[in-house]
Antibody, heavy 121, light 110 residues
Framework: EVQLLESGGGLVQPGGSLRLSCAAS????????MTWVRQAPGKGLEWVSV????????YYADSVKGRFTISRDNSKNTLYLQMNSLRAEDTAVYYC??????????????WGQGTTVTVSS | QSALTQPASVSGSPGQSITISCTGT?????????VSWYQQHPGKAPKLMIY???NRPSGVSNRFSGSKSGNTASLTISGLQAEDEADYYC??????????FGGGTKLTVL
């Protein structure tokens, strides 16, 4: 069964850091681009970042550029999101998703269940 | 990076057809055939319904179809069913190699 399982969410103070993980199973992880998408409470989906299959190409939304870093370990079938300098507006459910291509963020065909990040003092 | 434009809400009666639009620019929707549509029920993760403008993943009902004209993509749901009531989001690959989502459309089945 194709599956994505996020972890690492929690409560963090403004200015703090958090690292999210996403464990993949049931497909050839190293062959696909992977993304992070977030959803603030009561709001719509917001694309955060993508990393291509080999890990050398990464792209970010302007709202997180310079603060968040996406990475992957293809030997461990795991995707990461390092989040620094967190702000209240980063509060959201964070989803990892598998893309349908190796080098494009298009067509997210498998989604995790999400992990909640709350930034508050 | 402005969000793609979708209507906030649409509604239809069971059996009817509805169409949700998604308007972008030549740098995203109009420039690439990488438009996707997602369905999200409350408290659940999004589900891919259409990819690459008009392709349905395996297991998605053929009542769902997608198209594109210029900078506007559309999702049509025919033969509306109660279970179709959900939020729908479009997304597009962009010229910056990023992805944009639409603001989302709440579909109500009357």
């Amino acid at each position: 069964e194709v599956q994505l399982l996020e972890s690492g969410g929690g409560l963090v103070q403004p200015g703090g850091s958090l690292r999210l993980s996403c464990a993949a199973s049931g497909f050839t992880f190293s062959s696909y681009a992977m993304t992070w998408v977030r959803q603030a409470p009561g709001k719509g989906l917001e694309w955060v970042s993508v990393i291509y299959s080999g890990g050398s190409s990464t792209y970010y939304a302007d709202s997180v550029k310079g603060r968040f870093t996406i990475s992957r370990d293809n030997s461990k079938n795991t995707l990461y999101l390092q989040m620094n300098s967190l702000r209240a507006e980063d509060t959201a459910v964070y989803y990892c998703a598998k893309c349908g291509y190796s080098s494009s963020g298009a067509g997210m065909d498998v989604w995790g269940q999400g992990t909640t990040v709350t930034v508050s003092s | 990076q402005s969000a793609l434009t979708q209507p906030a809400s649409v509604s239809g009666s069971p059996g009817q057809s509805i169409t949700i639009s998604c308007t972008g620019t030549s740098s995203d929707v109009g420039g690439y055939n990488y438009v996707s549509w997602y369905q999200q029920h409350p408290g659940k993760a999004p589900k891919l319904m259409i990819y690459d403008v008009s392709n349905r993943p395996s297991g998605v009902s053929n009542r769902f179809s997608g198209s594109k004209s210029g900078n506007t993509a559309s999702l049509t749901i025919s033969g509306l069913q109660a279970e179709d009531e959900a939020d729908y989001y479009c997304s597009s690959y962009t010229s910056s190699s990023t992805v944009l989502f639409g603001g989302g459309t709440k579909l109500t089945v009357l």
